[in-house]
């Protein structure tokens, strides 16, 4: 029996009100859980997770094994922003008890600001965040510890919200995108990392400002820098995309903008990169779907579904922390990707052993970029 309380959504614009309980919001249920026995409870453990991270798998078998053994105490819901055909596939092999639910709109992910996996946050039913952290170090005494603080217990209904939208036509999904090759907006948004969407033959390029530009200049963050001035601007660039060559892209940015490039060079520790692109992979390794995101990353591994070798350099030199260089290989062709960041020599096996490209560290001389505004 579903248990969560549907709230339909009719058109593109509609508000959404939630209800005085409701904490969470899901986008599908795949499964209520087997085990938890009760109608109603004082706390709710959110586990972000996904299919590919191996750690989130074995934090799932030991929450398994807690909710067992605390059925009446606290509900687990394992939140993913996979496909829902991904996520049956996997159950279908590595079947849980546990409730599972999707985030298509990403809004339950970001408002928590998850940026690694495994995750886990428990609430009280009235909402008050009580506990944060990997799965695994949320211990059996402290869900008995915050049950007896609790206020009154509400049912997985009241506490999570599943949204379900109405279908719309093409034309009102288009109601959003430019009628002209390019079009730059600011954003209300902030995003720490940028965002690359494509729908509808757009692109879109959605962060802050110096990040928009680090990717269009195939650089890392840290080779850029910036005016004052322009320190908090953030905006959505949308570009048809057989437009959106990055080094024209950038012309058109710069010019829209009015703003000034100049570059030095400075000497220094980067990652460098050598391949031809014989052995990159196709885009059928992975398929998420259009409507999920590019990337799912973790504390440390990165997969990317239909995704450029630009893209994958600037996520890694963000990830990283540091300038990658590779200057013997240019392609603009779409990949799907699957590597380890975290470590640095399995890193290297993954990009050999996977695509074939040699990385190493070297001290090397790399561009540097200043951005200003140009004068009235």
């Excluded at 437009?243 to 950038?250: D, V």
């Excluded at 239909?306 to 603009?332: C, H, Q, S």
């Amino acid at each position: 029996m579903k248990w969560f309380r549907v709230l339909t959504i009719v058109g593109v614009f509609s508000l959404i009100i939630p209800s005085m309980q409701a904490q969470i919001r899901i986008s599908e249920e795949i499964q209520p859980s087997s085990l938890a026995t009760s109608d109603d409870y004082k706390l709710y453990l959110i586990d972000f997770w996904a299919t590919w991270c191996g750690p989130c798998v074995s934090a799932k078998k030991y929450l398994t094994v807690m909710q067992r053994q605390l059925k009446s105490d606290f509900y687990i819901v394992s939140l993913t922003q996979e496909s829902p055909e991904t996520v049956r596939k996997f159950l279908k092999k590595n079947p849980t008890e546990l409730a599972i639910a999707i985030d298509y709109d990403k809004e339950t992910f970001q408002r928590h600001k998850i940026k690694s996996l495994p995750q886990a946050v428990l609430y009280s039913s009235d909402g008050r965040k009580l506990w944060e952290g990997h799965p695994a170090n949320l211990k059996v005494e402290d869900i008995r510890k915050f049950s007896r603080i609790s206020t009154s217990p509400v049912s997985p209904a009241d506490f999570i919200k599943l949204e379900s939208y109405a279908k719309v036509s093409d034309f009102e999904k288009d109601v959003n995108l430019p009628d002209v090759d390019l079009e730059i907006r600011k954003s209300d948004q902030s995003r720490e990392i940028l965002s690359v969407t494509s729908k509808h033959g757009y692109t879109a390029y959605e962060g802050h400002l110096k990040s928009i530009m680090a990717f269009l200049l195939g650089a890392s963050e840290n080779q850029i820098s910036m005016d004052s001035g322009l320190s908090n601007d953030f905006y959505v660039i949308s570009v048809k995309n057989d437009a959106r060559k990055n080094r024209q892209l950038l012309k058109h940015v710069l010019k829209q903008l009015k703003l000034r490039l100049s570059d030095n060079s400075t000497k220094g520790e980067v990652l460098y990169l050598e391949a031809d692109g014989s052995k990159f992979w196709g885009t059928d390794q992975i398929d998420w779907g259009q409507n999920n995101p590019k990337y799912l990353i973790d504390d440390a591994q990165i997969q990317a579904d239909n995704v450029t070798f630009d893209e994958i350099k600037y996520r890694l030199g963000y990830l990283l922390d540091m300038p990658v260089i590779a200057e013997t290989l240019e392609d603009n062709n779409e990949h799907d990707w699957q590597l380890h960041y975290k470590y640095y020599e399995l890193m290297k096996s993954d990009l050999m052993d996977n695509y074939g490209i040699k990385a190493e560290k070297r001290i090397l001389s790399y561009p540097v970029y200043k951005i200003q505004k140009k004068a009235p």
